[in-house]
């Protein structure tokens, strides 16, 4: 400012000797005038330039000027650039800010103070089965009209949230929806939704779980009840007596199984998986299973013996590392399963085999009642059974395959069935080749020296 000052004063100066020197006193007047005219001039032109430049708002374009002009320019430009800096820094954020609001599990969309959409993420549109750039600015009432949530929208209160059901893109998926407003800034509001069907599914289950245990005890209660009435109420002779304590000694026994299934299933879901390192040996435990096969199919007939024919086969020294006491309960529900399920007459296979993987398969073959496709899906379900008649009369608890499938996968396993109604059942166990453990000769014979 002061140079340019002084570079005015120096003009002055020197048009005004110019001027008296030339012309004398008049000359020196006329001079000055036409010097300060001429520096007014040259301002306004550079002023011009500098108010056309920002007013075309390019602060990119090209314009050059010096003196207290340029340096007006430069600093207009610098405010400029610092400005366009705040503002890709705000851009970017905002982009951050979204795309982590696109990441969310969460729905997220804002209603403006009429209800209209103003932006949601992918999670909202794809819950609500709506289109992310089409729907914006569509009141949400109409495209989301489950009756409970237009009631929910009225009435106004937003503290506790609603369910609905969602679009699903598979038809066989029910979505369950949890939907949230929450007001904010001035009357608009925030919609967050949240998948909640794992959910839904799990207290449906509980519920479902609770209500037939509580079906499977009160039927055997009501029966020991009724005989304890008839009992106490009823002058009977010792043989009637008999036969009906027998009655009700078969009722508590169906009750303990019950009881006993339930502890398990309890017991191994509450627990880590078996470690590897106990190998169990199959030997034993399946001559084990194949007595205890013969002793129930001997129950089934009145002379005592065995209604079934009944094969094992076992490959030498074969182990699987985990739980003893898991593995036999797995293998002999599976086998107790297929003497109750075969008729008199009826084969049945056992058998272990190591697979070209290594991994170690267990099989039980019979040729008895079969199994209709449309319950396979459903048979390790707790409490599903085929022939419910059937399952009560032989003992069933409903839980034996629930407990088999819950094991093998506790082992890394994976369980199988085969079935054809009237040509019998192949059910099948799969452990893992990290599970399996042949033991050599050599081994097994420094073990028994230890
Ligand atoms: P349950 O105690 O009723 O036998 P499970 O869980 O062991 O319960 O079996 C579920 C259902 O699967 C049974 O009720 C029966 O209908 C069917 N099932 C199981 N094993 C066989 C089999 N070997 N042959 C035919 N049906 C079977």
Redesign the pocket.
């Known amino acids: 400012m002061l140079s340019r000052l002084l570079f005015a004063l120096f003009i002055l100066l020197v048009t005004a000797t110019c001027g008296f020197w030339l012309a004398g006193s008049s000359g020196l007047w006329v001079s000055i005038n036409g010097a300060l005219f001429a520096l007014l001039v040259l301002d306004y032109v550079r002023g011009y330039q500098l108010e056309k430049w920002l007013r075309q708002g390019e602060p990119h374009s090209l314009i050059k000027l010096t003196g207290f002009w340029g340096e007006l320019l430069d600093r207009i430009r610098r405010g400029y650039k610092i400005r366009d800096q705040s503002a890709t820094q705000h851009r970017q954020r905002l982009q951050e800010f979204l795309s982590a609001i696109q990441a969310s599990p969460n729905g997220v969309l804002l209603l403006d103070e009429e209800g209209r959409i103003e932006w949601c993420n992918q999670t909202a549109a794809a819950h609500l089965g709506l289109h992310e750039q089409r729907d914006l600015g569509q009141h949400i009432g109409n495209l989301v009209r489950d009756p409970a949530f237009t009631r929910y929208v009225a009435q106004g209160d937003y503290s506790n949230e609603v369910i609905i059901d969602g679009r699903s893109n598979s038809f066989s998926q029910l979505l369950k929806l949890q939907l949230q407003l929450h007001p904010y800034g001035e009357n608009k509001r925030l919609l967050l939704t949240r998948d909640v069907t794992a959910r839904a599914q799990a207290d449906q289950m509980r519920r479902d779980f609770v209500a037939n245990v509580s079906h499977e005890i009160r039927t055997p209660l009501t029966v020991l009840a009724g005989f304890v009435e008839t009992l106490q109420s009823l002058p009977l002779s010792p043989e009637e007596q008999r036969q009906y304590l027998d009655l009700m000694a078969v009722q508590a026994h169906r009750m303990q199984g019950l009881v006993s299934d339930l502890l398990t299933l309890s017991q191994l879901e509450g627990s880590p998986p078996p470690p590897v390192t106990e190998a169990v040996d199959l030997k034993p435990l399946m001559a084990q299973v194949k007595s205890d096969a013969v002793a129930l199919s001997a129950l089934q007939s009145d002379e005592g013996l065995p209604i079934h024919t009944l094969t094992f086969a076992l490959p030498d020294h074969l182990h699987v590392l985990g739980s003893r006491a898991e593995i036999h309960s797995a293998v002999s529900?599976?086998v107790n399963?297929?003497v109750?399920?075969?008729p008199a007459g009826g084969k049945i296979d056992v058998v272990w085999a190591l697979d070209t993987e290594g991994q170690a398969q267990f099989k039980?073959k019979?040729d008895?009642?079969?199994?209709a496709p449309e319950?396979l899906p459903r048979?390790?379900e707790r409490f599903?059974?085929?022939?419910?008649s059937?399952?009560?009369e032989?003992?069933?608890?409903?839980?034996?395959?629930?407990?088999?499938k819950h094991i093998v996968q506790r082992h890394g396993g994976s369980f199988h069935v085969q079935?054809e109604v009237g040509a019998?059942?192949c059910?099948s166990l799969v452990f893992p080749s990290a599970r399996v453990k042949i033991e050599t000769e050599a081994a097994l014979a420094l073990a028994s020296e230890l």
Not at 368 to 371: A, C
Not at 384 to 388: A, E, L, N, S, W
Not at 394 to 404: F, M, P, R
């Open positions: 529900n599976l399963n297929a109750r399920y075969t039980v019979d008895g009642v079969g199994i319950h048979l390790s599903y059974r085929v022939d419910r059937r399952s009560r032989s003992g069933g608890t409903g839980l034996g395959l629930a407990i088999t079935s019998g059942s059910f």
